[in-house]
Each structure stands twice: as C-alpha cells, then as structure tokens.
C-alpha cells in the first residue's frame, strides 16, 4: 500500500487505480466513485479541457512533456476546490498491451500554506521599527532586520549573520552568555526565556547601550530558535 497518493490510468484516460491515500487527497468518500471514469475529473476545466489531446498527441509522436518528469500542477478535489499537487508521470508498457500510465502525487497544499505564512513573516519583519534578532541554540545569529543595521550601527547583514550574539554584548556579559545557552538546553529553566527586561548592549563602535529585550523560544523544522 503505498503511502502517497497514486493514480493510473490507461492510454484513453480511464482510472484504473485510485489508492485510499488518493481517496483522501482527493476528499471522495470511497474508491468507486472514480474507478472507470476519465481522469479529467480530478482537473480543474482549464487543464481538463486539454487532457484528452495530451494523450493522443503522446501516442503519436511519443515525445514526453510530463511523463519522467515531477511537475506543479493544479488538481480538483470532490468538492470542486482546486489545490496544488506535484506530480510524477510513470508509463508502464508491456508487449502487445496498451500503455498505463502512473501518477504519484504530493498535496502541496501546507507547503503554500507555508510560503504565504513566511512571506508574512518576512515583511513583518522587515518593515518593523524594532530589532528583531533570531539566534538558534549555539547563539549563532541566524536573522536580521534592518533595524537591528540601524541600531548596532552595522552596514550589512552578512556582519552579523553566522556569528555569535556575543558580540553584541558587553565582554562581561558575553564571557558567559555560552553557559547561559547550555544551561537552559540542559535545565530547561527559563530565566530569560519568555521575559522582558532591560539590558547592555555593545554597537559596533564599542559604545554600551541600555535595551530592553524580550525573547521568545519558537520551534523551526523541529529546532528551537530564539
């Protein structure tokens, strides 16, 4: 039983196969529904209308333009709502018979979920008037926004990107942030984690600057960042 969605048809577009994890992705309440009926109907009609004259142009030249290839395209599920697949196009041959040919295909649909969360993100980010800093658990920087250029007095990201938050603080401070960072992966105990306080800061020039800080622990595939 394969885990991905899978979908076969023969050389006319007929379903011939529809596994369950099809039936899910596709949102049918059972296999019947579509076994035998033409492909097309799991197509939006813009694609749909085309499917037919995809297939017989492939049986006379035999030039592949999706087959063995992973391609992003639009699919229909049962309710008529349209959402993003990839999908790879397998044919399956044997003497004297008609082609079948095979689909595996991926739901896309958290991974554009995703995109659009992030794009979110990343113009909150940008055109927020406060620093924000994300380091991961070795305190090595990991993002900026222009705010945090403005502030330390830094001319380009790549100044601060890969390196340790240390150096933006204050060499008594910074001697021991390491430890901190391992205790708290070690414990678990937050003492700066999820609090607001007022701290030192060192800019670039070396000059000390009193900040108020608040750090928050958010999980990214799975590693937590700060």
Do not use: W
Not at 61 to 90: C, H, L, S, W, Y
Not at 114 to 134: G, Y
């Amino acid at each position: 039983l394969s885990p991905s969605p899978l979908v076969a048809i023969d050389d006319r577009g007929t379903i011939i196969k529809f596994n369950k994890a099809a039936c899910d992705a596709f949102r049918y309440e059972n296999i019947e529904t579509v076994m035998g009926r033409n492909v097309k109907m799991l197509m939006p009609e813009g694609v749909a209308k085309n499917h037919d004259g995809y297939l017989i142009s492939y049986k006379k030249t035999k030039q592949k333009t999706i087959i063995d290839t992973t391609n992003r395209v639009q699919a229909k599920r049962a309710d008529g709502t349209v959402f993003p697949v990839e999908i790879m196009v397998k044919e399956i041959t044997k003497l004297g018979r008609e082609s079948t040919y095979l689909s595996y295909l991926r739901d896309l649909t958290l991974d554009e979920e995703m995109e659009t969360a992030t794009k979110v993100v990343d113009t909150i980010c940008e055109l927020s008037a406060a620093c924000i800093i994300i380091i991961d658990l070795r305190g090595t920087i990991k993002r900026i926004n222009p705010a945090v250029l403005k502030l330390f007095r830094y001319s380009t990201d790549e100044e601060l990107l890969g390196k340790n938050i240390k150096m933006l603080t204050p060499p008594h401070i910074a001697k021991n942030h390491d430890s901190y960072l391992s205790e708290y992966v070690r414990t678990g105990v937050k003492t700066i984690v999820n609090s607001r306080r007022q701290v030192p800061a060192m800019l670039k020039d070396g000059e000390i600057l009193q900040v108020t800080i608040s750090v928050e622990e958010v999980q990214v595939e799975g590693e937590a960042m700060y």
